[in-house]
């Protein structure tokens, strides 16, 4: 399947909105593990489990999480060491697991260091996603016996969290039940924790490229060039003004500065870069003050604009006015409640009005 972004580019683990729209496998029940590798739905059958039923039954939790420490750790010394066991005691779980699987799980290379054959590493994801599932029923459980709350962990960046995830956390307000636990991260520490487990749901602005994360657009940000309205490049507008005034740009490393560098190269525009920053509120004071020119988005400037604080200039047609967001899952992570609550949320686009009513 083709992914595209809503320019027409290709990125293999984003699908542009008409696509989303299609795609069956972006419906919010279909997040947990019964979407496969290639997007199918599975269900486990009765004939099924009697054909697994000799490896379930002689299948322990201490050879899986002795098989992940092995794994994690590419020694049977270490994780003997990690584990307070003999060296011996771990190659014999390790064997029996490989007998039970009836496939080699590990290869033996230089130094005397283990690594995962192809099926050890399609075991690893099964077992990550049992300790996982595991790990989920049990807090399931304790909320319901303790009448905690449930809490969703959502990782997004600085701008997202100040600007967007504000009428998202409102849209969800209407769960007492539910609780967040908000962590500020970059990009790739964002796709790095939602692939790791360590959060539910991560929000970015970049496109992921990780066949183990499913990412969907949840939104269109603008990106604008604003300037004091008392500065002469407020009135002078198109693509010659970002080459004139001195400019405050997002840092290089995000998507908004890439973006625009290319956009500006493209056209031959040299761009006078005189602050860089990743917070937009750096961004938005340095137009304020009348020092120049700044690139930011419209959700950090929309009141500036509205009250007239900020103007915004007229650009090119063909200048990438549209930053999409994406909303990241890991593949084969369970539905828990909070996270059922959250796509429901983003999938039925319910926590616009919020931020729409406030335009």
Same mark, same amino acid.
């Given at each position: 399947?083709?992914?595209?972004?809503?320019?027409?580019?290709e990125?293999?683990?984003v699908?542009?909105?008409?696509?989303?729209?299609r795609?069956?496998?972006?419906?919010?029940? &279909?997040?947990h593990?019964?979407?496969?590798?290639?997007?199918r739905?599975?269900?486990?059958?009765?004939?099924?489990?009697?054909? /697994?039923?000799?490896?379930?039954?002689?299948?322990? !939790?201490?050879?899986?999480?002795? !098989?992940?420490?092995?794994?994690?750790?590419?020694?049977?010394?270490?994780?003997?060491?990690?584990?307070?066991?003999?060296?011996p005691?771990? $190659?014999?779980? *390790?064997?029996?697991l490989?007998r @039970?699987?009836?496939?080699?799980?590990?290869?033996?290379?230089?130094?005397?260091?283990?690594?995962?054959? %192809?099926?050890? =590493?399609? !075991?690893?994801?099964?077992?990550?996603?049992?300790?996982?599932?595991l790990?989920?029923?049990?807090?399931?459980?304790?909320? +319901?016996?303790?009448g905690?709350?449930?809490? /969703?962990?959502?990782?997004?960046?600085?701008?997202?969290?100040?600007?967007? @995830?504000?009428?998202l &956390?409102? %849209?969800l307000?209407?769960?007492d039940?539910?609780?967040?636990?908000?962590? *500020?991260?970059?990009?790739? +520490?964002?796709?790095? &924790?939602?692939?790791?487990g360590?959060?539910?749901?991560?929000?970015t602005?970049?496109?992921?490229?990780?066949?183990?994360i499913l990412?969907?657009?949840? =939104?269109?940000?603008? *990106?604008?060039?604003? $300037?004091s309205?008392k500065?002469?490049?407020?009135?002078?507008?198109?693509g010659?003004?970002?080459?004139?005034?001195? /400019?405050?740009?997002?840092?290089p490393?995000?998507?908004?500065?890439?973006?625009?560098?290319?956009w500006?190269?493209?056209?031959g525009?040299?761009l006078?870069?005189?602050?860089?920053?990743?917070s937009?509120?750096v961004?938005?004071? =340095?137009?304020?003050?009348?020092?120049?020119?700044?690139v930011?988005?419209? $959700?950090?400037?929309?009141?500036?604009?509205?009250?007239?604080?900020?103007a915004? /200039?007229?650009?090119?047609?063909?200048?990438?006015?549209?930053?999409?967001?994406?909303?990241?899952v890991r593949?084969f992570r369970?539905?828990?409640?909070?996270?059922? @609550? =959250? &796509?429901?949320?983003?999938?039925t686009?319910s926590?616009?009005?919020?931020?729409?009513?406030?335009?």
């Open positions: 399947m083709s992914l595209l972004l809503p320019n027409g580019t990125a293999p683990a699908m542009s909105r008409e696509e989303a729209s795609d069956p496998t972006l419906k919010p029940e &279909l997040y593990s019964e979407v496969s590798s290639a997007d739905v599975v269900r486990v059958t009765d004939a099924d489990l009697q054909s /697994l039923a000799p490896i379930l039954s002689s299948l322990s !939790f201490d050879l899986v999480r002795t !098989f992940l420490v092995v794994a994690r750790s590419g020694s049977e010394r270490r994780a003997a060491e990690a584990m307070c066991l003999t060296q005691a771990i $190659s014999q779980r *390790i064997s029996r490989e @039970l699987v009836g496939v080699p799980l590990f290869e033996r290379v230089r130094g005397g260091k283990l690594r995962l054959t %192809a099926a050890g =590493f399609s !075991f690893y994801e099964l077992a990550e996603d049992l300790i996982d599932r790990k989920l029923a049990s807090l399931a459980m304790r909320a +319901e016996m303790t905690e709350r449930s809490t /969703l962990v959502i990782a997004t960046g600085p701008t997202i969290a100040s600007y967007v @995830l504000p009428y &956390l409102q %849209a307000e209407s769960s039940e539910l609780a967040v636990s908000l962590r *500020i991260a970059s990009h790739w +520490e964002i796709a790095s &924790l939602v692939e790791r360590e959060v539910d749901v991560g929000i602005s970049e496109p992921v490229r990780n066949p183990r990412a969907r657009p949840i =939104f269109e940000e603008r *990106i604008l060039v604003v $300037s309205p500065h002469p490049g407020s009135v002078q507008g198109g010659d003004a970002l080459g004139c005034w001195p /400019l405050a740009l997002p840092g490393s995000t998507r908004t500065r890439r973006v625009v560098d290319e500006a190269l493209a056209h525009i040299e006078k870069v005189l602050v860089e920053a990743t937009h509120d961004l938005k004071r =340095f137009a304020m003050s009348g020092r120049g020119l700044a930011t988005v419209y $959700s950090a400037v929309r009141h500036e604009l509205q009250s007239g604080t900020l915004s /200039l007229s650009m090119p047609p063909d200048f990438p006015e549209i930053q999409p967001l994406y909303v990241l593949r369970p539905l828990t409640r909070p996270l059922s @609550l =959250f &796509l429901n949320i983003v999938e686009g926590w616009l009005q919020w931020y729409q009513g406030t335009q």
